[in-house]
């Protein structure tokens, strides 16, 4: 683990891996045991736990995330949900108030919107494009600003370089979830931000799978916030770990097929004449564009479009198609295609979907790693069915 590598391929296969290997062992073995026997540790957190989340599975993991994203360490958990949720609670308490970009994740938006204020903390939503905006709403008690790299579901993007120039202006903590992007696309940490979360249930596993999550930070955030998850028992089991290790090495290889298929894909539906709009940042149309170029190595497998005829042609759109899979998540090498506001957008109530334009006809699409042309002659016959 003492080697460094400047290429994310070669640190996907190589970072984070014993030096040694263990028994000679290629693969990482799966070390299924819940203790490890005493060392002299004086730290409850340096105990050999795996409600510690610190087994051999793990410490390979979090060396092998943290390099990719050039950060210091980082920390895997049970979701992604367990990352965003452990990492806002560990850096506000009661009395405490952050910045929230508006649209955003509907789990996210929902624990923001309907948990944190039971213990006492408040919060702001702010559009992540209008920096101009956020100093209105800072308060003397505002300690972190949250954003996502692209948003759920709408493809946006904030003025990310605002954000950071921000929180270190004011001194609160930029935090953001990297999901969509992936390290492969963008690395937080080169951009001056402070955290980075990811749902690895998505693109760093790939398989769709298991459900996993990741803090990625400074050696002095990620402590903290592993303090915090040693307490609320945000564990990974160790064959989870196993399996995340096991398709992470592929990312690279996936998210090139992943932003090509995708781009392909958009500009077929933004030509089509059944389709209203079409969300996705690689598309010169794109009002965010621009800022995409700037910041990305690529735009992702991740848009969404809503048809002319709203929600029947949208339902009957889904219905006819054959290739992609009617289910939620994201992320893997199958494509997978949903209506937001039923699934990963269903715990907001209608009025707060429709306030930050999530309607019930918009479909997201999540881009497989099938051939592009076979999916595309797949989406152009169910429009012409619907």
Known sequence: MTKNFDSIETKLIHAGEPDPRIGGAVSMPV???????????ESYHNVKYIRLNNTPNHIALHAKLAALENAEDALVTSSGMSAITTTLLTFLSSGDHFLIQDTLYGGTHTFVNHDVVKWGISFDFVDGADPDSWQEKLKPETKLIYVETMSNPLLQIGDLEAVTAFAGEHGVLSVIDNTFASPVNFRPAEWGFDVS????????????????GAVIASARLIEEITHKLNHLGGTLDPHACFLLHRGIKTLALRMKQHNESAQKIAQFLESHERVEEVN???????????????LFDGFSGMLSFELKGGLEAAERFLNHLTLPILAPSLGGVETLITRPATTSHAGMSPAER????????????????????DLIDDFDWALAES
């Open 31 to 41: 070390f299924q045991s819940a203790m490890f026997e005493t060392a002299g540790e």
């Open 280 to 294: 996705y940042p690689g598309l010169a149309s794109h009002p965010d564009h621009d800022r995409g170029l700037k």
């Open 354 to 373: 429709e306030a930050i334009g999530i309607t019930d006809s918009l479909i997201r699409l999540s881009v497989g790693i099938e051939d592009a042309g």
């Open 197 to 212: 979360c990811h749902s690895c249930t998505k693109y760093l596993n790939g398989h769709s799978d298991i459900v996993a």
